[in-house]
């Protein structure tokens, strides 16, 4: 790029950073679908109309009243009564002029349940402060849409919920925080074999002993190494140790003394490239022998998965159990000549294996009857260069989640014996009163229940009529049926006391029996997953009255705004769980803000 | 407009008794009532990323009286998330055009802006606000803001804390999709210069490696900026904000790139590498925004649990976050009720001072001491000089007999005083 700067990359420079242009791209073509534009919703679309998204199209079926000027900084004073949707979208259309923005003046329930069609023209939906029953028929329409990805996103009092739901999340240039160098220096390929050895360390000037590569002080290192040890490079920690020191022990000393050399402080330090040994990561392993790239794959399977069979032909063959190299090297102490050939050395062998990348890829697209161009070399240039951090995130459905055939009661009963925080930390670390996270999950989930049985939520005013003070409800007075809504949405998944699971108790609001079923609104009890519903967390919940306030609605809003862009660019992992098995799975987010943690539930 | 219904969903929180809240949460209407009254007062430093989100999240938390202060004007890379300024608005103060904005949309609200450098407030201003909140991104200003607040803080005879000294301060910092936001209660939670670590320092690269061995197209960058810069223009100061300096730069290590083969260096990495550029996006600005002005709320009014101390989130892969209870430093220069130092009680007060100087930790806050015990001066610049002089060459032992005394330390470098917790150890006991 030359010094004239054009002036989108002005003003979009510092995501550009991030992102890249490829991003931005994709970022540009993508149309979203707001749904409810109440603080959570506006937050979440003005982060990314301020990115650069192509365009939105905002769902909103209400007035702009008193409510949202507390709440709502994309409203105004003077546009009380006028439509909330009309409202903010001009004021979101101030923010970016490259960005289109339009509107519907409509209940979105009404539209799920009425227009499906409505969503085929969106690449993203994000539903805001919507109950489970209809985001479980929306999730649903927008899978059939085969375009639209869902993202639901909640603020409710000091709780914050997301979950994102599309069949696969499927990234290609991640940009992992940490990760090891591609050095191969345990696997090393003949071009780089016989590029260490042509140096000859012995008889080289002081200036040149100093300024060679540490690969090359390395792959010497073992190479005398394997000689010494038939073969084997170092396995135990001794040997690990030992390996070191014979790294040291190729320094040049002047009078005994070892000279300052950075390049053997560099090796040294690296040695671990040496003995450490090559492994394909487990997640893409789990991704090389999915069933999509394989059994399944089809003239119409995404192109990632065309990738993967084509890697995987590669790592079987070429590649001889490793994936392509990156061929990118950091940067280390070594003349400007020496290392531009060392770098040489790599790019070449990275442009070696990408042509054998290609050639599985054309074979693979004739196989499948599809052009064997379809597919460009920069794109199989781009999957190799990542082919590391390829990762593919499937989501169940909403219906999965909250079926009691399909509810995964296991991982909700760990989520509430485990309490609150990122990794099980937090609540415990702090001090605070017992605060679990998964809890509030059940919690959120009961509040929707009392919903569908009073027509409002626990500890709220009876309706969103104007002049309903805080006052008029007592919140305590709705404890006992919210306890009794979150002791059922338990059995549904199979926990609790009394397991509920006759098929007519459906997926979505589970009214049947709320009121009545034997058992089922006992109280807490300790030890059990229930008991991590306690009397704290339902005062809470019944004390905020589904009040949506603005700082927890401008953190849900940024969160959810990385979300989408994650789910977008896909240069990034979404919100997940990895499990055991290293495989990633989806998650859903709960934002407890009260005690200032996250946990991301498997469900 | 009905303020009651308009403040419907704060108030609700505000209003109603609640399990999980802040020690001494009294809720009532009286709550919001000091929000929004002139008792109130939050300050807000820095207008950027995060400082538009604040002033939009406190307004709409029903604080009225805001201040912010910031010393630079608009630029069009601001526009991706500072979310409050306008193409037209480019060149303007930030401050100033924030608090216009704010205060056009929100009614009620009354944010004051100071365009202006955070160094030329004076102690009191800061002294006025009820709580501070920092969106900041660099980590000078930081610690400078950290002296002014932990500057107030004053400790009883038991060093414990005096209430009424600590200032609030909650502190946000953001890079591409991760952050932090911290609560300071000085005296009570770890200041920043208790846990410095936190900020790693920057690499810098070797001016060897620029000048002899270039090999990536940064070390091409930073050879024009730092090294040719000076040989072909001296005298000229280089200003990352002069357009035509950062294209000079650019085709000089455009120039030597091309001269040693190395590949990759483009205006935009120019920039970067040269002004040390801070990847920033809208919603981590609004994530980390919203966590600080949450906890200044409940710092405010109780009206929850507090943060104690630090979240840190990552968003950049999955997302995590952690909070974590760090620990103050006991011997933290800035906050700390007493450092400890061993000292010998037959060295000399001049002997005691030098020691000061030369303390890895305390030395470099430090130029010219100036040492009081109590309310007497052992030794003091100024008009008091003369008098106490002759301490100097009299025994600590004499100066201060109590093994254990906290000695008050004023320097000019200095905002507020430092402690020094003197200990004559087994010396003294023989
Ligand atoms: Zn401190």
């Known amino acids: ?603 | 407009m009905d303020d009651a219904e308009r403040w419907r969903d704060l108030d609700l929180l505000l209003t109603r008794a609640g399990r999980l809240v802040g020690p001494g949460f009294e809720p009532g209407p009286e709550l919001r009532e000091f929000l929004q009254s002139p008792d109130c007062r939050v300050l807000c430093v820095g207008a950027g990323g995060l400082g538009c989100e604040i002033l939009k999240d406190l307004a709409l938390s029903g604080v009225v009286h805001i201040d912010v202060i910031d010393m630079d004007t608009i630029d069009v890379s601001n526009l991706n998330r500072q979310f409050l300024f306008r193409m037209k608005d480019v060149g303007q103060p930030k401050a100033t055009v924030a608090a216009e904005r704010i205060n056009a949309r929100v009614p009620g609200v009354k944010v004051t802006p100071v365009f202006g450098r955070i160094e030329d407030q004076p102690a009191d201003w800061y002294r006025s606000f009820s709580l501070i909140i920092l969106g900041l991104d660099s980590l000078e200003a930081r610690r400078y803001m950290n002296s002014v607040v932990c500057g107030f803080l004053e400790y009883d005879d038991e060093g414990q804390p005096d209430q009424s000294t600590i200032k609030p301060m909650v502190d946000g910092g953001t890079e591409g999709f991760k952050g932090h936001a911290r609560v300071i209660l000085p005296g009570f939670t770890p200041c920043f210069e208790c846990t410095l670590w936190l900020f790693p320092p920057q690499t810098k690269f070797p001016l060897c490696t620029l000048a002899e061995t270039p090999r990536s197209p940064a070390h091409c960058i930073e050879y024009a900026h730092l090294i040719l810069w000076g040989q072909v223009r001296p005298g000229e100061e280089f200003d990352t904000d002069n357009e035509e300096h950062m294209k000079w730069v650019y085709e000089r290590a455009a120039e030597r790139a091309k001269q040693y083969g190395i590949q990759g260096v483009t205006f935009q990495l120019t920039q970067g590498v040269v002004k040390n550029i801070i990847p920033a996006i809208a919603s981590t600005n609004a994530i980390i925004s919203a966590q600080c002005v949450l906890e200044a709320l409940k710092t405010l009014t109780c009206f929850s649990t507090g943060l104690d101390n630090y979240m840190m989130y990552v968003g950049s892969s999955g997302l995590y976050s952690l909070t974590t209870k760090y620990d103050k430093d006991p011997a933290c220069p800035v906050c700390s009720p007493g450092v400890p130092l061993d000292v010998d009680p037959d060295a000399t007060l001049q002997q005691f001072i030098d020691q000061l100087l030369a303390d890895p930790s305390l030395g470099k806050h430090l130029s010219a001491p100036s040492v009081s015990y109590g309310s007497t001066n052992l030794y003091a610049h100024g008009i008091f000089e003369a008098d106490t002089r002759p301490n100097l060459s009299r025994r600590m032992g004499d100066l201060v007999a109590d093994d254990g005394a906290v000695l008050t330390v004023n320097d000019k470098r200095l905002r507020g005083p430092m402690r020094v917790k003197v200990r004559y150890g087994s010396a003294m006991r023989a």
């Not at chain 1, 794109?379 to 995130?393: D, F, G, N, P, S």
Request: hydrophobic share 40%.
């Open chain 1, 1 to 603: 790029m030359g010094p004239v700067v054009d002036p989108k990359a002005k003003r979009y420079d510092r995501q550009l950073r991030i992102w890249g242009t490829h991003g931005q791209q994709r970022l540009e073509s993508c149309c979203i679908c707001l749904l409810n534009c109440g603080p959570t919703g506006s937050e979440t679309l003005k982060n990314l109309v301020l990115g650069g998204i192509a365009s939105f199209t905002i769902v909103d079926g209400q007035k702009v009243e008193a409510r949202d000027l507390g709440n709502n900084f994309l409203v105004s004073a003077s546009s009380l009564g006028e439509p909330r949707a009309k409202v903010v979208t001009e004021l979101l259309q101030e923010l970016n002029e490259s960005v289109s923005g339009s509107y519907v003046e409509e209940v979105p329930e009404v539209l799920i349940a009425d227009n499906p069609e409505f969503f085929q023209s969106f690449d993203l939906v994000i539903a805001t402060q919507m109950r489970e029953q209809d985001m479980t028929k929306l999730d649903d329409i927008c899978r059939a849409t085969g375009r639209a990805k869902l993202l639901i996103v909640r603020s409710y009092g000091l709780v914050g919920y997301l979950r994102a739901s599309l069949p696969e999340h499927r990234i290609v240039e991640s940009k992992p925080d940490s990760q090891l160098d591609d050095m191969r220096l345990n696997q090393p390929w003949p071009e780089l074999v016989a590029f260490a050895a042509s140096f000859d360390l012995a008889s080289a000037d002081d200036v040149t002993h100093a300024h060679t590569p540490y690969v090359v002080i390395l792959l010497q290192a073992a190479s005398a190494w394997r000689s010494a040890h038939g073969g084997r490079l170092p396995g135990t920690s001794a040997e690990k140790a030992a390996f070191k020191a014979s790294v040291n022990g190729m320094r040049r000393t002047a009078d005994g003394v070892p000279l300052q050399e950075e390049n053997f402080d560099e090796a040294a330090k690296a040695a671990f490239h040496v003995y450490g040994t090559y492994e394909i990561p487990k997640e893409v392993r789990g991704l090389l022998e999915d069933e999509a790239a394989g059994p399944r794959l089809r003239a119409d399977s995404d192109e990632f998965w065309v990738l993967v069979a084509a890697l995987r032909a590669f790592v079987e063959g070429e590649g001889q159990g490793t994936l392509p190299l990156e061929g990118s090297i950091p940067d280390m102490h070594a003349t400007t000549d020496l290392y531009l050939k060392l770098q040489a050395v790599y790019r070449e062998k990275a442009e070696r294996d990408t042509a054998a990348v290609e050639a599985h890829v054309r074979q693979i697209l004739g196989r499948l009857g599809r052009p064997a161009d379809s597919i460009s070399r920069e794109t199989i240039k781009l999957y190799c260069r990542h082919a590391r951090h390829l990762r593919c995130v499937r989501y169940r459905s909403l219906a999965e989640e909250c079926s009691p055939e399909t509810a995964r009661g296991e991982a909700l009963a760990a989520a509430l014996r485990a309490g609150g925080g990122s990794g099980g930390r937090g609540g415990g670390d702090l001090g605070a009163p017992p605060c679990c996270d998964g809890a509030l999950y059940v919690l959120l989930r009961a509040a929707d229940r009392f919903f569908a049985q009073t027509g409002r939520y626990p500890g709220a005013p009876a309706a969103l009529s104007p002049g309903a003070g805080a006052s008029e409800v007592d919140p305590a007075d709705d404890i006992p049926l919210l306890r009794q809504a979150a002791m059922q949405v338990l059995s549904d998944a199979g926990l609790g006391p009394n397991p509920r699971k006759s098929p007519d108790s459906g997926a979505g609001g589970g009214l049947g029996g709320l009121g009545g079923g034997g058992g089922a609104g006992g109280g807490s009890l300790p030890g059990t997953a229930a008991g991590a519903i306690n009397e704290d967390l339902l005062a809470e919940v019944c004390r905020a009255g589904a009040a949506e306030l603005h700082v927890v609605a401008a953190f849900m809003g940024g969160v959810a705004a990385q979300e989408a862009i994650k789910l977008v660019t896909r240069q990034f992992e979404a919100i997940k769980l990895v499990t055991r098995q290293f495989v990633p799975v989806a998650g859903t987010l709960i934002v407890n803000s009260m005690a200032a943690t996250t946990t991301v539930l498997e469900l």
